[in-house]
């Protein structure tokens, strides 16, 4: 509509120019003929002014263009429209990088705007011309199963922050629910975003409210009350809404019940339409609601300061890599780490670099369908050697190239043919004297590739249990020189007295250890401390 308004504006004042220019030609022919002078000059002045005042100076707007054509219209009184970016941060605790997020407007846009989350898993998204309410996808590898992962939000602002993450996901379904659409599919949500653009305008900022009531404890604890886990931006730093949500859990059952976890400690529950009842009813209970205390949160962290000192090793850890792959890439390769098997399923033809064989192609883990791809490297030498990456991820540690074997046949490397069976076994060792405020030091140091030393120490939590008690201590530090990772060291004192339910218990349980760096497992994804090889830990209040 505007442009046909600027249109017919700039027509209507062509045609007025041309008839003042017919007249003021007229006007002169009529003065040569008669030799009006005076009537000749008046003429040229008409015309000089015609053209100066619908041609230039002045503001509001300025014309150009082909007299065949018309004049264009340049109306700086009424600039384009500004460039409008969503962003946010996506993340399950640690940063969710890599992430594709794609997002879908109110009117269900088919031509969908999409970005790649960066290494702090932010994203930025171009919504110019796009009508909110905004859907939000992102699809990415979760660390630990290694398995596609999905998450979604939402969101009513047209240019402002839309974070991703386990909060954001439920809001969208506790929004529905509560608008009275029962359980909903967050896919079908987002596949068809048109039919639930009202419900998400009416009830998404109240589903996040009602979140917030009923993890109000929760939030309190880690310092986070007054963080909207959509709107407010945050770091993946493990330290605020990043700790809840890395520590918390959330479950919906097929009901509609939603449970929540901290620790693996379930604390409260509620059904999703009624959740939102909790901040007007302070007493909210009953059957469909059993609230979490403070207590509760107070259990489940144990926040109790100990002092922890000792030196534990966990392992060996042995990869094996058994091939027999001929130059042409046919042949077998299979990849055994602990408990994840590897098997090629499409081998490509060696290549042969400086001694070192590097064979890509692809295939399944533990048998599943969906497709990996994977690198091996193997040296031939005096001390064979083998590399292996699956997606890009060395595996089981991040080395700069082949690891030497401790076990196996060893390699054979023969007119590009390469077969042979090698075993590479790899220890873990944790170093650390914790006091009981936090500082110190803390080094983890993975066969000497993986090599983490804390930088920033908070004060370490206790948690004790019939087992021995275990310390929790989380930071910041360098891996492998570089600064700015995250890690959570996990210490199990068995050999101590423990208090459990203010009972004395003597257990001669066996200390154990387990470390995460940027909230991935390391070395290998486990449910808590492994018991150690080597060393031992003493933890004192």
């Given amino acids: ?45 008409i015309m000089s002014m015609t053209l100066v005042s619908c041609g230039g100076g002045g503001g509001g707007s300025s014309t150009s263009g082909d007299p065949s054509t018309g004049p264009t219209i ?34 269900g846009n088919d031509i969908d705007r999409e970005a790649d989350t960066d290494a702090e898993g932010h994203y930025e998204i ?85 979140i917030m009531a009923f993890l109000a404890p929760v ?37 509609g019940q939603l449970m929540f976890s901290l620790n693996d400690i379930p604390l409260g529950f509620a059904n999703m339409e009624d959740l939102d009842d909790m901040m007007d009813d302070p007493d909210f209970g009953g059957l469909v609601c059993n609230r979490i205390e403070v207590i509760e949160v107070t259990d489940a962290l144990i926040v109790v300061p100990a002092a922890v000192s000792g030196v534990g090793q966990i392992g060996p850890f042995c990869a094996t890599l058994n091939l027999n792959v001929s130059s042409d890439g046919t042949g077998s390769l299979s990849y055994d780490f602990e408990e994840m098997y590897f098997a090629a399923t499409a081998i490509n033809p060696p290549s ?64 590009g043919n390469v077969s042979g069976i090698g075993q590479t076994c790899l220890r873990a060792t944790l170093n ?42 989380v930071g910041f530090g360098k891996l492998n020189g570089e600064a700015g990772h995250s890690f959570k060291a996990t210490v199990k004192d068995g050999g101590m007295t423990a208090q459990w339910l203010h009972v004395a218990v003597n257990n001669g349980s066996d200390d154990a250890m387990g470390f995460e760096i940027d909230g991935v497992a390391a070395p290998v994804p486990s449910n808590g401390p492994l018991p150690l090889i080597g060393g031992s830990f003493t933890i004192s209040e």
């Fill in 352 to 415: 042969i670099n400086n001694g070192v064989v590097t064979i890509r192609g692809s295939g399944t883990i533990n048998g599943e369908a969906t497709p990996h791809e994977f690198k091996a490297s193997v040296k031939d030498g005096v001390t064979d050697k083998i590399g292996f990456e699956i997606d890009e991820i060395p595996s089981p540690v991040a080395a700069a190239g082949p690891i030497a074997i401790t076990d196996g046949v060893g390699y054979t490397l023969s007119n």
């Fill in 1 to 45: 509509m505007r442009k046909w308004v600027e249109y017919s504006r700039a027509s209507l004042i062509w045609d007025i120019l041309s008839a003042f220019l017919l007249i003021s030609v007229m006007i002169i022919n009529l003065a040569v003929r008669f030799r009006l002078r005076a009537f000749m000059l008046s003429a040229v002045v």
């Fill in 74 to 107: 340049i109306d700086d009184k009424n600039p384009p429209a500004a460039t409008l970016i969503l962003s946010g941060t996506a993340a399950t605790g640690a940063a969710i990088f890599p992430g594709h997020v794609s997002l879908k407007d109110s009117t």
């Fill in 432 to 473: 650390l004297d914790v006091s009981l405020t936090g500082g110190g030091s803390l080094r983890y140091d993975y066969e000497d590739n993986t090599i983490f030393e804390a930088v920033t120490i908070g004060a370490p939590t206790r948690q004790s249990s019939s087992g021995g008690t275990t310390v929790t201590i």
């Fill in 219 to 255: 939030l309190e604890e880690f310092q986070a009350g007054d963080v909207n886990p959509l709107t407010d931006a945050f770091e993946t730093n493990g330290l605020a809404l990043d700790a809840v949500i890395h520590n918390g859990e959330i479950e919906i059952s097929e009901t």
């Fill in 126 to 210: 171009d919504v110019t011309g796009l009508t909110p309410p905004f859907f939000l996808k992102i699809e990415f590898t979760d660390p630990v199963t290694k398995l596609p992962a999905e998450l979604f939000s939402a969101t009513n602002d047209p240019s402002g922050n839309a974070n991703i993450n386990e909060l954001t996901h439920t809001a969208v379904l506790v929004a529905i629910a509560q608008a009275g659409g029962g359980v909903a599919d967050p896919q079908v949500v987002f596949d068809n975003c048109a039919d639930y653009a009202d419900v998400m305008e009416s009830h998404l900022d109240m589903a996040i409210e009602s």
